[in-house]
Nanobody
C-alpha cells in the first residue's frame, strides 16, 4: 500500500556532486522521519542522514558538511544533495519512510547505486 522509489544515482568522479530523490506514495496520511541509508559490499546498512517532519536533521559523521538532506512534506519526498563525493561514498543508497498514519510502518525503497571514481 506504500511505495518508496529512489532516483538520481549514478557514476561521478571524486569531488563531484549528485542529488538523490525519494518519493513515497500510496495510502499515506502522515510520515514521521524520512532518511537515507547506504550499504556497501560486505557492509551493514548504515544511516547517512535523517530528517523529521519538522525539519530536524541528523547526519553520519562521515558526511557532515558534505551532504544535505531536505524534504517536501506536501509531496512526501526527501532529497539528498551530496557534494565533495569520495570513493568511500560508493554504495547502494536506500530511502526509508516512517509512516505513522493511517498505518504504522517503516517502508524501504529498492535502492539506487552511487559510484564515485577516484
Amino acid at each position: 500500500q506504500v511505495q518508496v522509489v529512489e532516483s538520481g544515482g549514478g557514476l561521478v568522479q571524486a569531488g563531484g556532486s549528485l542529488r538523490l530523490s525519494c518519493a513515497a506514495s500510496g495510502r499515506i496520511f502522515k510520515i514521521n522521519d524520512m532518511g537515507w541509508y547506504r550499504q556497501g559490499p560486505g557492509n551493514q546498512r548504515e544511516l547517512v542522514a535523517l530528517i523529521s517532519s519538522t525539519g530536524d536533521t541528523n547526519y553520519a559523521d562521515s558526511v557532515k558538511g558534505r551532504f544535505t538532506i531536505s524534504r517536501d512534506n506536501a509531496k512526501n519526498t526527501v532529497y539528498l544533495k551530496m557534494n565533495s563525493l569520495k570513493a568511500e561514498d560508493t554504495s547502494v543508497y536506500y530511502c526509508q519512510a516512517h509512516v505513522t498514519l493511517p498505518t504504522w510502518g517503516h517502508y524501504w525503497g529498492q535502492g539506487t547505486q552511487v559510484t564515485v571514481s577516484s
